[in-house]
């Protein structure tokens, strides 16, 4: 008895942008993910005023999904995949964003992708915003400071549902709605939102606001899908690092425990449907006046999610400092190394026991059913003679976080619906744009500069994984 529910949705999980490549066929716009270049750790990714020439952009032809899906979908199913995680990129739908009528090449691509995972028995599970809305939207409305996004992404999210109502069932939101709590670096609010700031701008309640007005929308495309069809399952998706206390001083551990609320507050909206009081504290205490409007608040109520799926790849450490009285947290500046795990080639922290305590967390706080649609070792790999990659890393990263997934499900009692590790085939880093920086059972043959013949071969967790999933997870 492995202690994984029959029906367990093992597979993988992957975003449009990162994998799909053909970046203006079918009738496609230009997404936020198009105008960025390839950065390099340390090297964050430029956000270019539109498509310039001579620029690297990796995400126009990532790996070219957009032709060889067929491929790809028979080498998950052959590992054994239940389920496919992967995003509708909008910019196929309404390619400005602002259309009122989608475009059918567009609806048709994915009607196809899914009649292919369901022929192979696999179930699709689908974010409607991975990091990837249209640009038009930035540069017409200013992203989502913009109320009238709102409509948009409604509209959008209607007409998929609608559309695929009999082939999707599980549906997410936002895709890590939470990592634009790191305001002050361009990445996140702009991936998350299309925020550009100008130079001087408080970025902290613009935040807020764009932040509100995507909530109110992912509430409104829940209560959407009850009324299409009430057996679609609507989640959100939530970026989840544990920030522990760096010593148990009782400030380390009030810094820590405020730290959680500043980034974990959008859980509580889509949960209960209603902000937590400490952050309406917050606000007034900062003076941060936002629109949020009867209206609003009502429809939040409407429209709490299903589930919760959230990321897990790292935690994060934080401590209390004299020059901070009101132990306030800012992500940017507030985070120290944890002595007592290791960490990745990128400095993100491995902890394996992170994720059976934030399966906890999630669990003791709101009592949901909960998916893991992201976790994975970004790496580099090195493509030995025969095509194999012994990546023996992986796997050990891999079957450490299962067996603490284990314990949460088995001793814990922790109610989880699956597992899928993130970047199942190597994909365009969203954090860097960089190729190297690997996840995959499946080697692509490309790299940084976009070299290479892109052709597919299985690494060792290839058949790791297909014998994980083949036991329920009795054997890693
Ligand atoms: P990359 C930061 C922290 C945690 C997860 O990330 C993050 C990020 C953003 O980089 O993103 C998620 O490719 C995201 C995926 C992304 C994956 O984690 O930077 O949902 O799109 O590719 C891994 O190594």
Redesign the pocket.
């Known amino acids: 008895m492995s202690g994984f529910k029959a029906g367990f949705l093992w597979g993988g999980?992957v975003?449009a942008h990162?994998l799909e490549g053909g970046w203006k066929e079918g009738g496609k716009g230009i997404s936020v993910a198009d105008v960025m270049t390839a950065g390099a750790h340390g090297v964050p990714r430029e956000i270019t005023d539109g498509v310039l020439p001579g620029k690297n952009y990796p995400n126009h032809e990532a790996i070219d999904f957009y032709h060889r899906y067929k491929d790809d979908l028979k080498l998950f199913a052959e590992m054994g995949y239940k389920c496919f995680r992967t995003s509708i990129a909008w910019t196929r739908i309404f390619p400005n964003g602002d259309e009122l009528t989608p475009n059918e090449a567009g609806l048709q691509f994915y009607d196809d992708m899914f009649d292919e995972c369901r022929k192979l028995g696999i179930e699709p599970v689908i974010t409607l915003s991975?990091?990837e809305m249209p640009y038009h939207l930035v540069t017409e409305y200013g992203g989502w400071r913009n109320r009238k996004l709102i409509e948009f992404f409604v509209r959008f999210a209607k007409v998929v549902f609608t559309r695929y109502q009999h082939k999707v069932k599980y549906w997410m939101t936002f895709?890590?709605i939470n990592?634009q709590a790191n305001f002050h670096e361009d990445?996140?609010p702009f991936?998350n939102s299309g925020l550009k700031y100008q130079p001087g701008e408080d970025r902290e309640p613009v935040m807020y606001q764009a932040a509100h007005y995507e909530l109110v929308a992912s509430a409104l495309a829940v209560k959407a899908a009850r009324e299409i069809n009430p057996s679609l399952q609507v989640g959100c998706?939530i970026?989840m690092?544990p920030i522990y206390p760096l010593t148990c001083a009782p400030n380390d551990m009030m810094m820590a425990m405020n730290a959680m609320h500043r980034r974990y507050w959008f859980t509580d909206v889509h949960v209960r449907g209603k902000y937590p009081q400490h952050l309406l504290n917050y606000f007034e205490r900062r003076g941060f006046e936002l629109d949020i409007t009867d209206e609003d608040r009502q429809a939040l109520t409407q429209g709490c999610v299903d589930y919760i799926g959230f990321?897990y790849?790292?935690s994060f450490a934080t401590k209390a400092t004299p020059d901070n009285p009101q132990l306030d947290y800012d992500e940017t500046t507030s985070l120290v190394s944890n002595p007592y795990v290791q960490k990745s080639d990128?400095g993100?922290q491995i902890d394996p026991v992170g994720l059976r305590y934030s399966l906890n967390w999630f669990y003791d706080h709101y009592q949901l059913p909960l998916f893991i649609v992201?976790n994975?070792f970004?790496a580099i790999d090195v493509l030995e003679k025969d095509g194999t990659v012994n990546d023996q890393y992986r796997i050990d990263y891999l079957a450490a976080h299962i067996a603490e997934m284990k314990k949460a499900v088995v001793e814990d009692g922790v109610d989880l619906m699956g597992y899928t590790p993130?970047?199942c085939i190597d994909?365009?880093?969203?954090?860097?744009g960089?190729m190297k920086?690997r996840?995959g059972f499946i080697y692509v043959d490309k790299d940084n500069e976009g070299n290479g013949t892109l052709a597919r071969s299985r690494k060792k967790s290839f058949a790791w994984y297909q014998q994980v999933i083949a036991t329920n997870g009795s054997e890693l």
């Open positions: 999980a975003a990162q991975h990091f895709n890590e990592n990445f996140a991936t998706m970026a690092c990321s790849y790292m990128w993100w992201e994975g970004g993130w970047g994909l365009v880093s969203a954090g860097t960089e920086k996840y």
